[in-house]
């Protein structure tokens, strides 16, 4: 572990060099480059926690019992650096991120996801605006008062970001041991988390000994460590293949249900969001351009790019057999193709049922596609609705009303033969 004093304070620091040796990282702590040290290593642990007793903050108390983390209006603009102009990478932030809650934010590169999760934990201050964390002003805090409040936040990273020369159990440890706990304390706790986690026999480990799922199990431990309240997933699955991701994500449910910590994932794929988020909050341009239940949003997209991500997964597109016959104009003795939105267990054979009850028609289920998405059934059906004798479209007319009536979004792709 490597320690050393800041210029100019009496604080102790702790913390590692991804790519440097615990020996050999020492030098790089020089005048000007402390900043950047503390921002590259920054993990759960975070490197400036001070060894000692708990001290009380005097940052104003926010009252939001609902709310674990809340953004009110918030902006993040970076300064002209060496010829290159600032950057608006947050702007107009508004919303709040429930307790207990697992909640996407979801963006392309660029849209401000990594802006915002450092606001978060603390490792920014906002330009204009207020964060608030668990009913503290987040945003307000410096010196010790922050890296008191940021031990109840955990993070956990894309690359893992473990310290090659200690064994899963010491980096499991090391925020512990940071924040003084007494060592059979420490390897109780420690004992605890790696059979949470499910890699118990993996103790003694090295980080070289662990495949990448193995790894990330070792560093949602670590960021669990100190009981933390939020937990920052940032890109955490992106370098997994499929089967681990899967693997991650359900030890991720498993640990928001059975600890209650409120989870925020930061990621660029939506298919995450699909599998574990409850709430999602859509990011572009530094913008909020969409948010609310996922159920919500992948029914009911909005936004162009909300709608680019979900044509990822959800896979709107029509099967190449009934694709290819869709022409624009009606044909006599023909059907008019409508795609229909559906929600809750049963909902697309009710609505083909109920069609056909109440209008008396003759309805042809052409492709469906049904999924699990933020613990509800969320699909969409492809109807046939037939044309009269000689191509009028009563039925369709009726059809569409009837679907509006009953809240069952619908849009017409065309007409087959």
């Known amino acids: 572990m490597l320690q050393c004093s800041?210029?100019?304070?009496?604080?102790?620091?702790?913390?590692h060099l991804p790519?440097?040796?615990?020996?050999?990282?020492?030098?790089?702590?020089?005048?000007g480059e402390l900043t950047f040290v503390l921002k590259a290593a920054s993990m759960n642990a975070h490197p400036s926690l001070v060894v000692g007793e708990p001290i009380e903050t005097r940052a104003a108390i926010v009252t939001e019992p609902d709310a674990m983390v809340r953004f009110e209006a918030i902006s993040k603009t970076?300064?002209?650096y060496r010829g290159k102009p600032g950057v608006n990478a947050l702007q107009n932030i508004d919303f709040a991120i429930p307790r207990r809650s697992i909640t996407g934010v979801i963006g392309r590169s660029g849209a401000g996801k990594s802006s915002l999760v450092r606001l978060i934990n603390g490792l920014e201050k906002p330009t204009t605006?207020?964060?608030?964390?668990?009913g503290r002003d987040i945003s307000a805090l410096a010196g010790r008062e922050l890296r008191l409040a940021q031990r109840s936040i955990g993070m956990i990273f894309q690359h893992f970001n473990l310290l090659s020369s200690r064994t899963a159990a010491d980096n499991i440890a090391l925020p512990l041991e940071i924040a003084g706990w007494a060592k059979a304390d420490i390897k109780a706790r420690v004992a605890e988390l790696l059979a949470l986690v499910g890699i118990a026999d993996k103790h003694d480990r090295y980080p070289s000994e662990l495949s990448g799922g193995q790894k990330q199990r070792v560093g949602i431990a670590r960021a669990l460590a100190t009981r933390p309240s939020v937990l920052l997933s940032d890109e955490a699955t992106s370098a997994l293949d499929p089967q681990t991701t899967r693997a991650i994500l359900d030890l991720l449910a498993n640990i928001n249900r059975e600890l209650g910590v409120t989870i925020v994932l930061i990621t660029h794929e939506m298919s995450v969001v699909r599998q574990l988020a409850k709430e999602v909050v859509v990011?572009?341009?530094g913008h909020v351009v969409e948010s609310g239940h996922v159920a919500d949003i992948f029914t009911h997209p909005k936004h162009p790019i909300t709608q680019s991500f979900l044509a990822e997964v959800i896979g709107d597109s029509l099967p190449v057999s009934l694709a290819s016959r869709i022409v624009p104009q009606a044909a006599a003795g023909g059907q008019a193709v409508i795609r229909v939105q559906v929600r809750g267990a049963?909902?697309?054979?009710?609505?083909?049922?109920?069609?056909?009850?109440?209008?008396?028609?003759?309805?042809a289920l052409l492709s469906a596609r049904i999924d699990e998405i933020g613990g509800q059934h969320v699909g969409s059906l492809t109807l046939g609705i037939p044309l009269n004798i000689s191509g009028g479209e009563d039925a369709v007319t009726r059809t569409l009303a009837w679907l509006s009536q009953y809240q069952f979004p619908a849009e017409r792709l065309g007409y087959v033969a």
């Open 6 to 15: 800041a210029p100019h304070t009496d604080d102790l620091l702790l913390f």
């Open 19 to 31: 790519s440097l040796d615990a020996t050999s990282a020492s030098c790089a702590v020089r005048a």
């Open 78 to 80: 970076y300064p002209a």
């Open 129 to 134: 605006g207020r964060v608030i964390v668990d």
């Open 283 to 285: 990011l572009d341009a």
């Open 346 to 363: 049963g909902a697309g054979d009710t609505v083909v049922a109920r069609l056909a009850r109440e209008l008396g028609l003759d309805v």
